[in-house]
């Protein structure tokens, strides 16, 4: 069974950048599929990027296209998400996930491991 902590969150203003990282430990990083979600006060737990076991995959929400970056070092036990030209609207809680099952679908009940997430305040 897989640990996931996250860390890199903190407050940037509108147009800044963060890197979030996800470490693993107590499980063989690289048969999980890996993603990141987030959630915002008041709001549902909404799939940010996903990529697969072997970084042949990724998939991002249109929110995110062309200004986030997942990405995973196997080798370091290591899931990142490269944030940038961040938004006010990017303001949540980040969360990285992982899952050993194949499924056509992000949804987040797919996913068994969560971190227990890092907050991201982007300021206008």
């Known amino acids: 069974q897989v640990h996931l902590v996250e860390s890199g969150g903190g407050l940037v203003q509108a147009g800044g950048s963060l890197r979030l990282s996800c470490a693993a430990s107590g499980g063989i990083f690289s048969n999980y599929a890996m993603a990141w979600f987030r959630q915002a006060p008041g709001k549902e737990r909404e799939l940010v990027a996903a990529?697969?076991?072997?970084?042949?995959?990724?998939y991002y929400a249109d929110s995110v296209k062309g200004r986030f970056t997942i990405s995973r070092d196997n080798a370091k036990n290591t899931l990142y998400l490269q944030m940038n030209s961040l938004k006010p609207e990017d303001t949540a809680v980040y969360y990285c996930?992982?899952?050993?099952?194949?499924?056509?679908?992000?949804?987040?009940?797919?996913?068994?491991?969560w971190g227990q997430g890092t907050q991201v305040t982007v300021s206008s």
């Open positions: 996930a992982g899952r050993l099952i194949v499924s056509g679908t992000y949804h987040a009940n797919t996913y068994r491991y």
């Open positions: 990529i697969n076991w072997s970084v042949s995959s990724t």
